[in-house]
């Protein structure tokens, strides 16, 4: 009988790859800002160039990889993320310009990143396990286990070596993509859908429930990001903490309750209605963002932030089990489209709130506030797409 755990503990792997090449980069910023005279605005360029080539990739995908194949996509995922994490390690160093090594090894580890992000789910749904949601919760928090693991041993490493030995720490985070080619060459892989009966773009843009699942991952990517990439900024201003100390209780937090929410699903999953559940952290995510913007005690409004974690935690995987009831023969283009719809919304959802910020003059609470509108729509689009289901029940 085939050893689907083998399986399992690749797309686990494939998710920490994910989230070390998505939060390795960002705590370099200042050292490659120092060392190579790179001017902060080219700096912001480099998450740019990461989520921009994830975008680009989700679209490919929807197009090409059910004629290259589910296992020679994957394995190809781990091989750029290794080599992108590695040419981070050198060709700053090796090429006349550095900015352009860091530019060229952060497309290449984002092409891998975001093959995993398309191929990883579908590839988990198709395995016979006796709870796909649980199951894809689950999977979805190695994501989270990941991003902490990343930040708090970077932190660590830096701490006991210093900053000058960051290279030697990204050929050691390289290992892992490395080691997990072998595993993905191995594992059995069975395909979502049987060839050439996958639904394409053009028929799934002519279902209007799958309009919906799409705006449904836009508000959980926007809910997520929203939070994430500003709680470190949140946890300084309004708390007044140093840049680590920040990091460690903003972001850090934010992705340990994050993966909390996922394992609970996970564990208990079969117990609980999903979109229940869902409508019921989407109501809990729109708290945190009021906690974070009307309250005028930093504590309460930094609890917010970091409970925020808890209440995005399924909007991601949930999105993607419902959708695959919904549409059985979604096949690769819907995994594709869902995932580039999470990662729209993760790149318009830190950009409505630093916006906001900066409108309001620099006031990082108005920017929260705007923040709540994510989730609160989320919530709309479940109503709708529960009363979708109970209305085909009784027909």
Known sequence: MPDYQKTKTACYLGFITQAIAANFAPLLFLKFHSDHGIPLGNIALISTVYFFTQLLIDLFCAKFVDRIGYRVSIVISEVFSAA????????????????????????????????????????????????????????????????????????????????????????????????????????????????????????????????????????????????????????????????????????????????????????????????????????LCVTCYLMASLSSDPVIGLIGCILCGFSVGIMWPGTISISSKKFPSGGTAMFALLAMAGDLGGSIGPAVVGRVTERAGDDIRAGMGAGLLFPAVLIIMLILMSRETVSKEKH
Request: charged share 10%.
């Open 84 to 283: 992108g994490l590695l040419g981070l390690a050198f060709l700053p160093d090796v090429l006349p310009d550095a900015f352009a090594g860091i530019l060229i090894s952060v497309t290449i580890y984002a092409m891998g990143c975001g093959l995993i992000e398309v191929l990883v789910s579908p590839i988990i749904e198709a395995c016979p396990f006796e709870n796909k949601e649980a199951a894809m919760s689950l999977l979805h928090s190695f994501y989270c286990w990941g991003s902490v693991g990343t930040i708090v041993i970077s932190t660590l490493f830096f701490a006991i070596f210093g900053m000058d030995s960051w290279r030697w720490l990204a050929v050691i985070w390289a290992l892992i993509p490395a080691v997990n080619i072998y595993n993905f060459a191995t594992c059995p892989i069975v395909p979502i859908v049987e060839t050439g009966k996958g639904m394409g773009i053009r028929q799934l843009g002519r279902r209007p429930l799958f309009w919906v699942s799409v705006c449904l991952m836009v508000c959980a990517g926007a809910s997520e990001l929203a939070m994430a990439q500003w709680a470190s900024a949140y946890a300084e201003a309004a708390l007044g903490l140093s840049k680590t100390v920040g990091d460690l209780t903003g972001p850090c937090l934010f992705a340990v309750t994050m993966g909390v929410s996922r394992v609970i699903y996970g564990r208990y999953g079969e117990k609980l209605n999903l979109m229940r559940f869902m409508i019921g952290s989407g109501a």
